[in-house]
């Protein structure tokens, strides 16, 4: 058996073909080439050759000299240090080797370029014995061989997890060997960030990080990630309908922090190798978003330890602050960077603090900030700064404006590029709304009306003026349900900027439909308490799709819907969250019907179901009946695909236990199920697919069995 597992291996090695790397370095550079730069008549480009980057090219020269060629640099030679080797197992998930193998099956050559001999040693070391390497590599090493990576462009894969696994663990032992601690910034300005991957940073901060919590798996699930869910200033509740807002991409990596996060990683810090390598990672990593919310002063002195001395390389960084700003103003214009495009802070900062971030981030293409108090010498900043960068977009929202010491004058020339809102002006400790003679400088996020202000024509004509973004609409009689007029529909029509639209003890009648359904604007819709007086012939016959509604929440309706409301629903085709509270639906279809849908889908096309992302399902606990919701809803959204979850009713009727088995992308679920005995755990969440992508459960059961214990045993 030994004999023939070594011939096996001997056969192996003599059939895959060889990788013959070309080091090349500083230390081997030829810097005085003396002799014929002429290339040899048999050396041809690099793609036969040398395999390398597409950005250069690389040709043979005499006396195995290489020549080294790119675009706007001069030209270089090496005399590299040559290793070749048989194509191991990690290597053939390297996609420049496999583009090789297309051209040639014997030995394949490859040049490396910017990484130490030793490094490249220690790299095919590591992919052979990964347990070997303890106390022989340095920070140095670990640069090159994230560089030797990205240059063999090896695909994610579980050999490579594995392989990046081990380095982080030899790196974390060898540091702890070592008296003396890296000098972690020194060594980060000697290469380009561009040289290395920056998803390869990412593994690394994920594999970091599941050392620090345990492997809870508190990186994938809530640090580093790769979506924008809830990074924005609105609200922080993870079931935030303002989380869908955007579009979910899988292509960004993102980084934050919030609730115990800090104190999560803070525990490292008596280890000081553990820190050091925390914050060297940070700073050759590169992200799209960073987002941190400081609850109290401690998670502030606890952020102070983990990021100080680093220097953030992001495109967006958040701020929300719950404490004070000068607790850590200093700090953190320390830790900015020039490659900081957008910054939104949520934060009582003053004229001083702002002063601050603009001479560190002028790199910065839009800024949001959000206070509560702004004084003229704060306004007065903002407005010389967007004048001077006129590219450039400024957004501030407060509540209160300190009217006192205003100079008009310098109001009169507020550039285009700054928006300000304003919920209440302070003139003389006296809170009063924008007053006209400001509509043109000062704007409104919010707009609250009652049905007396929607019967005032003159406020209907001024509201586009303030630029709202929200519009609440409100009528305070909760008996009688006001019908919005044609003509208030008409006037919403006019507004430019509205995304937010919440309406409250009304009549939803066919124009308001209409309306809502032909809105290139509308991003988020709230109806509650309402009764429905609607023609859905009429608005069917429209053929009407909206491509840019994300979000719809329908709450205590005091009618019952038919089927047509899913016909309506079904045109809204990038709905992603969708929210129904004590809403009756009666989609019930006769013999024929189910007859004539079914010869339907023999000669036409199912059409393709919206892909929903978020809903919530609420029903009140005294109504003693199955909830078969899903079931109805399943007909127009694709169900299996849903994101988030909540679901509160009395009972689950069987067919809604159906949909919850074809459930397999679920992340965060919530269930309440008032009725003792119709809830099983075993048939809601069956689908294996689960135990790994679900990271959040909140279950309210009047009885939990043991068959349910062991199912949520294995979340």
Not at 442 to 450: A, I
Request: glycine fraction near 2%.
């Amino acid at each position: 058996m030994f004999f023939f597992q070594f011939l096996i291996n001997h056969l192996y090695c003599i059939c895959s073909p060889t990788i013959s790397f070309f080091i090349a370095n500083e230390g081997n550079e030829v810097r005085e080439f003396i002799g014929s730069h002429e290339k040899e008549e048999n050396s041809v480009k690099f793609h036969n050759t040398i395999c390398s980057s597409n950005d250069y090219k690389v040709y043979v020269l005499r006396n195995e000299i290489l020549c080294f060629e790119s675009p706007q640099k001069p030209i270089k030679y090496f005399k590299p240090e040559i290793i070749t080797v048989p194509c191991a197992k990690m290597l053939q998930s390297s996609n420049l080797i496999q583009k090789s193998l297309n051209y040639t099956q014997n030995n394949i050559n490859i040049f490396v370029k910017n990484v130490s001999y030793t490094a490249f040693l220690l790299f095919l070391k590591a992919i052979e014995n990964p347990d070997g390497l303890i106390s022989q590599m340095e920070l140095v090493d670990l640069l090159d061989i994230l560089k030797i990576i990205t240059t063999l462009d090896i695909s994610k894969s579980f050999e490579r997890d594995f392989f990046l696994k081990n380095i982080i663990k030899n790196i974390l032992f060898g540091l702890e060997r070592h008296s003396n601690i890296f000098d972690f910034l020194n060594k980060f300005n000697e290469f380009s960030l561009n040289e290395i991957d920056r998803f390869l940073i990412k593994d690394m901060l994920i594999f970091f990080i599941n050392i620090i919590c345990f492997n809870d798996k508190s990186a994938e699930r809530f640090m580093i990630v790769s979506t924008n869910k809830g990074l924005n200033l609105k609200n922080q509740d993870h079931f935030s309908p303002y989380n869908w807002m955007k579009k979910v991409t899988q292509t960004k990596f993102y980084i934050k922090f919030i609730g115990r996060d800090i104190y999560n990683l803070y525990k490292m810090s008596p280890l000081p190798f553990f820190l050091g390598t925390w914050k060297f990672l940070l700073n050759i990593a590169t992200f799209e978003y960073f987002y941190i919310l400081f609850q109290n002063k401690r998670s502030i002195e606890q952020a102070i330890v983990l990021f100080q001395n680093t220097k953030l390389n992001c495109i967006r960084i958040y701020i929300i602050m719950k404490v004070n700003y000068v607790l850590i103003a200093d700090f953190f214009t320390t830790i900015f960077s020039n490659s900081i495009q957008i910054l939104k802070i949520s934060a009582n900062i003053s004229a001083g603090n702002v002063k601050d971030i603009f001479e560190v981030c002028s790199n910065v293409q839009k800024l949001t900030i959000k206070c509560t108090i702004v004084t003229f010498e704060f306004l007065s900043l903002i407005i010389k700064v967007a004048r001077i960068n006129s590219t450039k977009a400024y957004k501030i929202r407060c509540i209160y404006y300190e009217f006192e010491n205003t100079d008009l004058n310098s109001l009169l020339n507020m550039p285009i590029n700054l928006l300000f809102y304003v919920d209440l002006l302070r003139i003389d400790t006296k809170e009063v709304f924008i007053v006209k003679n400001l509509i043109p400088f000062m704007s409104q996020y919010n707009l609250s009306l009652t049905e007396t202000d929607i019967m005032i024509s003159y406020n209907i004509f001024l509201f586009d003026c303030f630029k709202f973004k929200e519009l609440t609409i409100v009528i305070t009689d909760s008996i009688s349900f006001v019908d919005l007029d044609k003509f208030t529909i008409s006037s919403l029509m006019n507004f430019k900027t509205l995304k937010y639209l919440t309406i409250k003890n009304i009549k939803v009648t066919t124009e308001l439909l209409m309306y809502i359904l032909e809105s290139n604007i509308l991003v988020y819709l709230n109806i509650s308490n309402f009764i429905t007086q609607i023609d859905f012939k009429k608005i069917l016959e429209m053929n009407t799709q909206n491509f840019k509604l994300r979000y719809m929440l329908l709450r205590n309706s005091i009618s019952c819907f038919k089927k047509e409301i899913l016909w309506y629903l079904s045109r809204f085709v990038h709905l992603v969250g969708l929210s129904l509270e004590d809403i009756e639906f009666r989609v019930t279809k006769s013999i024929m019907e189910y007859f004539f849908a079914y010869l339907h889908s023999l000669f036409k096309k199912t059409p393709k179901k919206i892909s929903l992302k978020r809903l919530e399902i609420i029903l009140q606990s005294n109504t003693e009946k199955e909830a078969d919701i899903l079931a109805s809803l399943s007909h127009i959204y694709e169900l299996s695909k849903l994101n988030e979850l909540i679901y509160k009713v009395y009972r689950i009727s069987n067919a809604d236990f159906k949909i919850f088995s074809q459930m397999n992308a679920l992340e965060a679920i919530k269930i309440q199920i008032y009725d003792s005995d119709g809830f099983c755990l075993r048939n809601t969440l069956s689908n294996c697919q689960l135990y790994a992508s679900i990271y959040y459960i909140d279950l309210a059961l009047k009885k939990i069995r043991e068959d349910d214990i062991i199912i949520i045993k294995k979340f």
